[in-house]
């Protein structure tokens, strides 16, 4: 079945302790991208990255890093956490293409 | 910069009606327009997606159109099902896949 999959789905964490949200995707896309969602706000995109080893900054790229070492993989990664990054993030892929945007189920994060 | 409005931010139609939703944005120069189905706690799922050189698509009841000089889509759903209740988005691609989205509009299709 073609899907992306994002882990944790949920996660509680606390300020400054470091943390990894995985996707991985198994439709070969060339295209994957982090958003969070936020109320009132919409989806912002985060980071973004067209292939392997190539990333590129989002609107919102603050306090966020990504890698591309294999295609199907795009970790998000929060160095220092904050409770400002408290959100609803979801990962996406595509062909570049097609561009039809295929998403993960989402993580929420707390961050105390 | 481009900015995605969506109106109504909420709608509540009863079972059967035919409705519109609207979502326009601010810069023309697009490659594409997508529509997406968000159910609570998941994730988006694409139903349409225009390219700019189109000016319709259709998927079942469900009909996109797109009028680049005046900046507007609207998604048509005929024949509403209590099963379409959900939030629905518009994003925009102004080029190199960097989508820009709509906040969406929430319909209840109701029995």
């Known amino acids: 079945e073609a899907q992306v999959t994002q882990n944790p789905r949920y996660l509680i964490t606390v300020t400054g302790k470091k943390l990894t949200v995985t996707c991985s995707q198994n439709m070969n896309h060339e295209y994957m991208s982090w958003y969070r969602q936020d109320p009132g706000l919409g989806l912002r995109q985060i980071y973004y990255?067209?292939?392997?080893?190539?990333?590129d900054k989002g609107d919102v790229p603050e306090g966020y890093k990504v890698s591309r070492k294999e295609k199907r993989n795009f970790p998000l990664i929060l160095e220092s956490p904050s409770p400002n990054q408290t959100s609803l993030y979801f990962c996406a892929s595509s062909f570049i293409n097609t561009g039809e945007l295929f998403f993960g189920e989402g993580s929420r994060l707390t961050v105390l | 910069k481009q900015e995605v409005t969506q109106i109504p931010a909420a709608l509540s139609v009863p079972e059967g009606e035919n409705l519109v939703l609207n979502c326009s944005f601010t810069?023309?120069?697009?490659?594409?327009l997508q529509w997406f189905r968000q159910d609570p706690g998941k994730g988006l799922t694409s139903l349409l997606l225009i390219q700019s050189s189109q000016r319709e698509q259709t998927s079942g009841r469900l009909n996109a159109s797109l009028d680049k000089s005046s900046g507007r889509s609207t998604l048509y759903i005929a024949a509403s099902q209590p099963g379409d209740s959900a939030t629905y988005l518009c994003a925009v691609d102004g080029g190199g896949n960097k989508l820009t989205f709509g906040t969406g509009t929430q319909l209840k299709v109701e029995l």
């Open positions: 810069d023309s120069a697009i490659y594409n």
């Open positions: 990255s067209m292939n392997v080893e190539v990333t």
